[in-house]
């Protein structure tokens, strides 16, 4: 039975671990942008790397 109370608590421990992760993601910005990897290899570069001079 003590088995299975230290594998609760550190089950819960593990989740709110990752819950307070994922609140300071959201929070830090970190899921806003979800347009713009999706079509970033579309863009062209800023830099020119039409032919190199030698």
Known sequence: MSALI???????????GFLTAFVWSVRKGQYDDDYTPSVRILFDDKENNSSPQS
């Open 6 to 16: 230290l594998l609760l608590s550190v089950s819960l421990l593990v989740a709110i």
